[in-house]
């Protein structure tokens, strides 16, 4: 990449698109190292596709039917079609197959609300974590951004 050219990034993601709003925004900035190149989703139906068309990124829904090899196939085609350089996991309620994360190399970055392992796993996500980590007495939610 050359000194003006951004990194393109994939929002993968499956609820209300928060975080994929935020980092669209972000893009915007003139003194961003980034674009958002692709927002994907396993639901036409959930939020992060209005904050894709409001922020006009292209969209890409995989249908939840799609599971396991399959999935990863086509994830893995997308993130090559767009030239994709880091893949951004922004409330994606899947575990990621080794498949797409041997192909990213590396390039992957997980957002979670909260400490991992101990406030991960199944149910952990939305308000869920927050009441969870609440509930523990071990202070506030924070935001976690893993490389």
């Not at 000194?3 to 975080?19: D, F």
């Not at 767009?82 to 990213?104: C, E, H, N, P, Q």
Request: proline share 3%; hydrophobic share 45%.
């Amino acid at each position: 990449m050359g000194p003006t050219t951004k990194v393109r990034i994939a929002i993968l993601g499956s609820g209300t698109g928060s975080n994929a709003k935020a980092l669209c925004q972000a893009a915007r900035s003139s003194e961003s190292a980034f674009s958002v190149a692709l927002v994907l989703t396993t639901s036409s139906a959930a939020g992060m596709c209005e904050v894709a068309r409001g922020e006009n990124v292209d969209l890409e829904v995989i249908p939840a039917s799609v599971k396991g090899e399959e999935f990863s196939t086509k994830l893995c085609s997308l993130l090559e079609q767009y030239r994709i350089d880091v893949l951004v996991l922004a409330g994606f309620m899947r575990l990621v197959s080794t498949k797409v994360l041997t192909y990213m190399s590396g390039h992957v970055v997980n957002i979670h609300p909260a400490l991992l392992p101990e406030f991960g796993g199944q149910g952990m996500y939305g308000l869920h974590v927050h009441e969870a980590v609440l509930a523990s007495g071990r202070g506030r939610p924070a935001q976690r951004c893993m490389w």
